[in-house]
């Protein structure tokens, strides 16, 4: 039937689809993989509630001692049919887990933040928070750790009451911060966090230096599980603009000037719009922010960008830059698996899982932002389509094709002219994307992508 000529033009502007994109084509150069299983003593120092960890992963939240008594399923199960993963909790040991942020070295290592936890402040305060040098080996498929650093507060840098707020490295947990992002400026480390939000920094051993709230328009963002909000804002009505930052949608990703003098935190979420009782859109189409923070000032800008989504509801992974004025940014939706592994075969009224749908690695130029200060998206490369002629894939390859399904795909960084690292974040022990009743590992995979890169 032909309606078109019935609608007002409004409705037929709004019912157009965006402006085409780029798709580049993507080829698998190497695949290597951290297993799940993958642990690390606290150190001798740290208190003895360290030595293992997800002892408050209960349904209830009461303390379980009993190691492996927990059981780990998929966090995208359907109540009535959940899926395991084949890993229990609590662990002994600190598990080296889904990595958060990733920086390429010059030396073909990467250092790797871990994600803060479980998944949540409440049951995270066992998880202490470090990130790690490791190196692929491309070839063989293997991941070697290198170092662990675990961050820790001795001087009282934070400015609210921690976990292990009486001792005396203190170190920190995935009840204290969530980081996400992580970078290398000079001899500091700087990470994104989602609690609050705050910028964390510190030395390369460790040792926190500072914490900054974030700021935009003057005013402080905080989050719900910002220190000093006493009374959390958990639906969109219950919020205002003294918490304009959704729950766990704080700085995903994170990108570094080349220059060394600022940081591009990018905010997972949109905000909450207190005028018009929304969460910031522009024609019904959510944006995330990109702030910018000055390093040697220790200070905010003033300056961000708008980063529009392809459809509400996704989400980003990592943001890195290419250059001064491009960069990477991950979206994608909340699927896991193929259609074979979501469900177990055909869709069954009991399984209410989505397979992998969209998951895409944008390059994206902070110079050509239009009048309204939306980024432009040259274009992207699917991580779902990638091309395996030479069968480099250890697993997850398919007639010349590699498919990368994971839920949280939260880091990617330039590698060199022509290639990008990407890796997952496998949220231990709760995802299951590549294989059914098996917990994802921690997969690292180098890509061919010049197309992506040259593009302008």
Not at 243 to 263: I, N
């Amino acid at each position: 039937m032909r309606t078109h000529r019935l609608l007002p033009l409004f409705a037929l502007i709004a019912a157009l689809p965006a402006a085409a994109q780029q798709s580049f084509p993507a080829t698998l150069a190497g695949h290597a993989a951290l297993p799940a299983k993958s642990f690390v003593a606290a150190p001798k120092d740290a208190p003895a509630s360290l030595r293992t960890s997800g002892k408050y992963t209960t349904s209830d939240g009461h303390r379980e001692d009993k190691l492996e008594s927990i059981a780990g399923t998929s966090y995208l199960s359907a109540k009535e049919a959940p899926k395991p993963t084949g890993i229990s909790l609590p662990f002994a040991g600190q598990p080296v887990q889904g990595f958060s942020g990733i920086k390429a070295m010059k030396d073909g290592s990467f250092w790797v933040l871990s994600d803060n936890g479980y998944g949540s402040k409440a049951n995270s305060a066992d998880a202490m928070l470090m990130f790690h040098h490791v190196k692929p080996d491309w070839k063989s498929g293997a991941v070697k750790r290198l170092a662990s650093i675990f961050l820790h507060d001795p001087d009282k840098k934070v400015p609210f009451l921690i976990v292990n707020e009486g001792t005396q490295q203190r170190y920190l947990t995935g009840a204290d911060f969530d980081i996400e992002s992580i970078q290398f400026m000079g001899n500091d480390v700087w990470f994104g966090d989602e609690l609050g939000p705050y910028l964390v920094k510190a030395d390369r051993q460790g040792k926190v230096l500072a914490v900054f709230e974030t700021k935009l328009d003057g005013k402080t963002l905080r989050s719900p599980d910002h220190y000093s909000v006493s009374t959390p804002a958990t639906t969109p009505a219950a919020a205002n603009f003294s918490t304009p930052v959704r729950r766990s949608r704080g700085y995903e990703g994170m990108a570094a000037a080349k220059d060394g003098q600022f940081l591009y935190p990018l905010l997972e979420g949109p905000l909450w719009n207190e005028a018009d009782k929304k969460w910031e859109n522009r024609d019904g189409r959510e944006y995330l922010r990109i702030l910018e923070f000055n390093v040697a000032k220790g200070e905010w800008t003033g300056r961000s960008w708008k980063y529009a989504l392809e459809s509400n509801g996704n989400n980003i992974g990592d943001f890195n830059m290419i250059d001064a004025d491009t960069g990477l940014i991950i979206e994608r939706d909340n699927g896991e698996g193929t259609a074979d592994t979501a469900c177990n075969g055909p869709a069954r009224p009991d399984c209410q899982n989505v397979p992998a749908k969209f998951k895409r690695i944008y390059k994206i130029s902070l110079k050509d932002a239009d009048t309204d200060g939306f980024v432009r998206k040259i274009g992207y490369v699917d991580l779902l389509d990638i091309a395996d002629p030479q069968g480099v894939a250890k697993t997850g390859g398919k007639g010349g094709k590699f498919t990368f399904p994971f839920v949280t795909i939260e880091d990617v960084d330039v590698v060199d002219a022509e290639h990008i690292v990407v890796a997952n974040d496998n949220n231990l022990p709760y995802s299951t994307g590549r294989q059914l009743g098996r917990n994802d590992d921690n997969e690292f995979i180098l890509l061919t992508v010049p197309e992506l890169l040259n593009a302008r």
